[in-house]
């Protein structure tokens, strides 16, 4: 079954498009964890500590959500240790029955891509069911991608306007707008790996905080899946991304990483321990997306 | 001592430009680390032979050359096991003296890239002395990498043409050329990080293969080392860098990869075992883009 099938149908199963990022800063973690930015430590014993509260998250989150998107940067931070955590966490996260959604933004040229893929979308380990890729290096880069999605089932989600404030510095540049150009290449990449959904497993990122653009981006990528990062702590908010829904409600997943695992921090949450809180706050998340989503033409 | 003059001076040791591309694709290998695409080894066997491999080829060039850039992708394959190649690799360069351009083209929004930075330019075993970055997030993006060359004395070599068939794509997108805006942000960026040789931490890619557009790259960009990469096999040719350097033939490295490592399957090199291909490869490589350095207002 395809990646666009597989993830219209858990996405269909949770009742929401709501994913939720696992980005484990150590800084942030819970007391429970602080072993993971202990300088005393060892790096395996950090990196230990990392995987074991991403775990401990993706128990929070299972059943709950469709899928989940560990930030591969914060565990490269701990080298081969922390390659380590990455695979197991990846694991845990599909025996628990979640899609994974690997953010790696990786992108090269060919014979390189080629290995990139391999590692992230091929069988092994560290592979996921989708990955982040992207595509600066243009369209002969994303090609071994495209050929893992076909091979192996697999997704990639590719950059095309990002939640950062700087995001519009080179996306933002040219008539039609770069963002608008890589849309279209989006499309078309896409067109031969559309499921029977009608969703292709080529689909985009576009940041939850670009309401303006999110309606012109939907209309030239029909059939791409819009992952939506930078809900909640990068200022998203739900109505910001009712433009990214077809009809129906679907085609979108609306994501967010620090909002949810650390909303034990947020003094909205008070009293509560870190898995409390963040189940309180991925179930406001839930509420407020679907209120958006039934208005973008019904639920999931 | 800033990256910038450090590379400088190693350069000059070498006596020209030229670096080599550590790019271990498992197929290419010499019979004798066959074990790396071996479907009956163990990974752990397999990202063992690309380590032995690794580190022969830059036993090879060691004393020949002022850096290697190890291809990351090509580890990452391995896992958690080619994670731990990478950091023995790594430690074998800098013991051999050389410096380390990591070739990983990392990039995200500022949370993420500052985890990317503290892995590739911090002071744990997976940090090289520079790496790639692609520059598509912006300048917050770009800030958490500048941060570390400042702090540890690194450097980035930031994506502005790249040397693959479709990289004007998008890199040629717009009037002026994204490739351009890119160019002329990594002159700003690289500002407060001019070492005392008058070239910045702060460099750029541009393809060997982007002869036309070199001189107007080097032109917005006076300041920065300028990593050619492509050289060889992907077509680039000792009179398409020529443009590159600055006056005084400094400023500019030459990458080749697979043109060295790989050159005893080049009919070119017959009968010869491959160290003593790579190393005729490379002598001759040197003396082509000597002879073109030359030109371009004398050795280095």
Not at 218 to 235: I, K, T
């Amino acid at each position: 079954v395809s990646f666009a099938d597989r993830l219209d149908e858990a996405t269909r199963r949770a009742g929401h498009p709501c994913v939720v990022g696992i980005d484990p800063h150590p800084e942030l973690l819970p007391e429970e964890f602080a072993l993971a930015r202990d300088p005393a430590a060892s790096r395996l014993e950090r990196a230990r500590a990392v995987a074991e509260f991403a775990c401990s998250a993706i128990d929070v989150v299972a059943g709950e959500v469709a899928a989940v998107k560990p930030q591969s940067a914060l565990f490269e931070l701990f080298g081969a240790d922390g390659a380590a955590a990455w695979e197991r966490v990846v694991q845990h996260a599909r025996e628990r029955g979640l899609l994974v959604i690997g953010d790696v933004k990786r992108g090269d040229i060919e014979s390189s891509a080629a290995a990139y893929a391999e590692a992230y979308l091929g069988t092994g380990p560290s592979a996921c069911d989708a990955i982040t890729i992207n595509p600066l290096l243009g369209s002969d880069s994303v090609q071994p991608f495209l050929e893992l999605c076909r091979r192996n089932d697999r997704g990639v989600f590719v950059l095309v306007r990002t939640s950062n404030p700087d995001g519009a510095m080179f996306q933002g540049h040219g008539a039609p707008p770069l963002a608008e150009l890589i849309a279209g290449a989006v499309h078309e990449w896409g067109r031969e790996l559309v499921g029977a959904c009608g969703l292709s497993s080529v689909g985009a990122v576009v940041g939850a905080t670009r309401r303006g653009e999110l309606a012109r981006l939907r209309s030239l990528m029909p059939h791409a899946p819009l992952l939506l990062p930078g809900y909640g702590a990068q200022g998203g908010r739900a109505a910001d991304v009712a433009a990214a829904f077809q009809r129906g409600g679907r085609g979108a997943l609306v994501s967010s990483s620090r909002g949810i695992l650390f909303a034990y921090r947020n003094p909205a949450f008070d009293g509560l321990d870190w898995r409390s809180a963040a189940r309180a706050a991925l179930d406001g998340m839930i509420r407020e997306v679907r209120a958006v989503q039934a208005g973008a033409g019904g639920g999931a």
